[in-house]
């Protein structure tokens, strides 16, 4: 068959059937995660102290720091080059491989050694033993993903979160210890990748090569991006962390903090749509309009009435969740929610896809650099808040870029292959409906009214899915299908 006629069977697939079931067993799989990060963050911030729940989240900024120095890009390049490939490559280019290896790890682990305060010299050495294990993780994930084993992912990613969590639960109430928790949690990132290699009985096997040209060039745009864009993230809380105390640190990351299942959501879609793009060459044009409009079609159905949910909400949503205890942290939380209505697709998919990985890391150095001009210029007068409004605006900034750069690429328009009508539609739906909703119910006392705008939050969650997934044609029993062949190996 030729490529001309292959390529209407290849769209009908992606648009059909294999992008939204893929999508959706990876995105289960990371919310998995979430049920318990919710929990340990509502226990958490409850029963210890601002100084010792300051310490705690900050670990996890420097696990997200060095990491993505250690990773540098890997998890992305899998995604649209072979293994075998870019093992090629590191054996043309050992020197310069090694070379680099060894800076990019030992320069974040130098400073982190000498030049943070508040750990012990065993806690950092347990710290760092967690990053070697969380990164081994998930590079093999995403090897697991590549090989189409996203059901594998999710029992794994089950098994995982019940460890994580039992863990937290276990060494809180038997007497909290850092060093204890680092430990354990080591233990279980090992075991998530020893389940997901038994099982995935294919998933360190050979691939076949797929010759990319620059390839070195692509990956270092790549992990630039990965690096700028994991800093730019928790570029406020390091300032935080750097000019004022532990307890502040806390009291601004609870009221920065970006609800993880939109990030997860983004991440399961935009892997899936990094793959199907690399794969279908013949038709790229095509397969690029049917996966953006999709998938931000798709995440914007959960993300837009959850965005207008906490527009109303925000309050009592808060309070329930990290007590009056975080009351200071309310109106940070306000600000930082405005970046949730652009956290609907993975806007640099279609840029990797045509390896155009310079844009990325040109999209993330905007980024970082307008949030911190933003910072200096806001810090001063609004602090805090302050902080919070550089990052949602910067955000804003470096989505616009993406689309441009994406649209000179296809020689199209952006709402050629971006449904803005659409997305206008559903979020004006969504602030309307919800904003009535919240009229309604302000009479109620609390938690009756929240629970009247949850209720209408999910009603319209279901309703926008129901008819996307309808006109995806979604076909859940073959997802079904699939966890039971996994049972049976």
Same mark, same amino acid.
């Given at each position: 068959?030729?490529?001309?006629?292959?390529?209407?069977?290849?769209?009908?697939?992606?648009?059909?059937?294999?992008?939204?079931?893929?999508?959706?067993?990876?995105?289960?799989?990371?919310?998995?995660?979430?049920?318990?990060?919710?929990?340990?963050?509502?226990?958490?911030?409850?029963?210890?102290?601002?100084?010792?729940?300051?310490?705690?989240?900050?670990?996890?900024?420097?696990?997200?720091?060095?990491?993505?120095?250690?990773?540098?890009?890997?998890?992305?390049?899998?995604?649209?080059?072979?293994?075998?490939?870019?093992?090629?490559?590191?054996?043309?280019?050992?020197?310069?491989?090694?070379?680099?290896?060894?800076?990019?790890?030992?320069?974040?682990?130098?400073?982190?050694?000498?030049?943070?305060?508040?750990?012990?010299?065993?806690?950092?050495?347990?710290?760092?033993?967690?990053?070697?294990?969380?990164?081994?993780?998930?590079?093999?994930?995403?090897?697991?993903?590549?090989?189409?084993?996203?059901?594998?992912?999710?029992?794994?990613?089950?098994?995982?979160?019940?460890?994580?969590?039992?863990?937290?639960?276990?060494?809180?109430?038997?007497?909290?210890?850092?060093?204890?928790?680092?430990?354990?949690?080591?233990?279980?990132?090992?075991?998530?990748?020893?389940?997901?290699?038994?099982?995935?009985?294919?998933?360190?096997?050979?691939?076949?090569?797929?010759?990319?040209?620059?390839?070195?060039?692509?990956?270092?745009?790549?992990?630039?991006?990965?690096?700028?864009?994991?800093?730019?993230?928790?570029?406020?809380?390091?300032?935080?962390?750097?000019?004022?105390?532990?307890?502040?640190?806390?009291?601004? %990351?609870?009221?920065?903090?970006?609800?993880?299942?939109?990030?997860?959501?983004?991440?399961?879609?935009?892997?899936?749509?990094?793959?199907?793009?690399?794969?279908?060459?013949?038709?790229?044009?095509?397969?690029?309009?049917?996966?953006?409009?999709?998938?931000?079609?798709?995440?914007?159905?959960?993300?837009?009435?959850?965005?207008?949910?906490?527009?109303?909400?925000?309050?009592? %949503?808060?309070?329930?969740?990290?007590?009056?205890?975080?009351?200071?942290?309310?109106?940070?939380?306000?600000?930082?929610?405005?970046?949730?209505?652009?956290?609907?697709?993975?806007?640099?998919?279609?840029?990797?896809?045509?390896?155009?990985?310079?844009?990325?890391?040109?999209?993330?150095?905007?980024?970082?650099?307008?949030?911190?001009?933003?910072?200096?210029?806001?810090?001063?007068?609004?602090?805090?808040?302050?902080?919070?409004?550089?990052?949602?605006?910067?955000?804003?900034?470096?989505?616009?870029?993406?689309?441009?750069?994406?649209?000179?690429?296809?020689?199209?328009?952006?709402?050629?292959?971006?449904?803005?009508?659409?997305?206008?539609?559903?979020?004006?739906?969504?602030?309307?409906?919800?904003?009535?909703?919240?009229?309604?119910?302000?009479?109620?006392?609390?938690?009756?009214?929240?629970?009247?705008?949850?209720?209408?939050?999910?009603?319209?969650?279901?309703?926008?899915?129901?008819?996307?997934?309808?006109?995806?044609?979604?076909?859940?029993?073959?997802?079904?299908?699939?966890?039971?062949?996994?049972?049976?190996?």
């Amino acid at each position: 068959m030729s490529a001309k006629n292959a390529a209407p069977d290849i769209l009908q697939d992606i648009s059909n059937k294999k992008f939204a079931k893929r999508s959706f067993l990876l995105i289960a799989s990371k919310l998995s995660g979430l049920f318990g990060q919710v929990i340990i963050i509502l226990l958490y911030s409850r029963h210890l102290s601002y100084i010792d729940y300051g310490l705690y989240q900050s670990v996890w900024l420097y696990i997200n720091i060095i990491s993505v120095f250690a990773l540098f890009g890997l998890p992305s390049i899998l995604l649209s080059v072979s293994a075998n490939s870019i093992i090629a490559w590191i054996k043309q280019n050992k020197i310069s491989f090694y070379l680099t290896a060894c800076a990019l790890n030992l320069l974040p682990l130098i400073y982190f050694f000498f030049a943070v305060k508040g750990f012990t010299g065993s806690c950092k050495l347990l710290l760092i033993t967690l990053i070697i294990a969380q990164n081994i993780a998930i590079v093999i994930e995403i090897l697991a993903v590549k090989k189409e084993k996203e059901p594998l992912v999710l029992i794994t990613n089950i098994i995982f979160v019940i460890g994580y969590l039992l863990c937290h639960l276990l060494i809180l109430y038997t007497g909290y210890s850092l060093p204890l928790l680092l430990a354990t949690l080591t233990i279980m990132f090992v075991l998530k990748a020893a389940i997901m290699i038994y099982f995935g009985s294919n998933i360190l096997n050979s691939e076949n090569s797929t010759p990319i040209n620059n390839l070195g060039k692509q990956w270092f745009y790549l992990g630039l991006f990965d690096t700028i864009s994991v800093i730019g993230k928790w570029l406020d809380k390091w300032v935080i962390l750097l000019l004022l105390s532990f307890s502040q640190f806390a009291i601004y %990351f609870n009221g920065a903090y970006e609800i993880p299942v939109f990030g997860l959501m983004i991440t399961a879609v935009g892997n899936i749509m990094v793959i199907e793009l690399s794969k279908n060459n013949d038709s790229k044009l095509a397969t690029n309009r049917i996966l953006f409009s999709d998938s931000s079609l798709l995440l914007a159905s959960i993300v837009f009435p959850s965005f207008a949910f906490l527009l109303f909400y925000h309050h009592d %949503f808060f309070i329930l969740i990290f007590s009056h205890k975080y009351t200071a942290s309310i109106s940070i939380f306000f600000i930082s929610i405005f970046v949730l209505p652009i956290r609907i697709t993975n806007y640099s998919a279609a840029l990797q896809a045509y390896n155009r990985n310079d844009l990325i890391a040109k999209a993330a150095v905007i980024d970082l650099v307008s949030a911190i001009v933003l910072m200096l210029i806001l810090y001063p007068t609004l602090q805090m808040k302050g902080l919070a409004i550089a990052f949602v605006v910067a955000t804003y900034i470096q989505t616009l870029y993406y689309l441009w750069q994406t649209s000179k690429i296809l020689q199209e328009r952006i709402s050629s292959f971006f449904p803005i009508k659409k997305l206008i539609v559903v979020i004006l739906l969504s602030v309307v409906v919800t904003g009535s909703t919240y009229w309604l119910f302000s009479k109620l006392i609390f938690p009756i009214n929240m629970i009247g705008g949850i209720v209408v939050c999910a009603l319209l969650i279901i309703i926008l899915l129901y008819f996307q997934l309808k006109k995806i044609k979604l076909d859940f029993p073959v997802i079904r299908k699939t966890t039971a062949t996994l049972f049976r190996q």
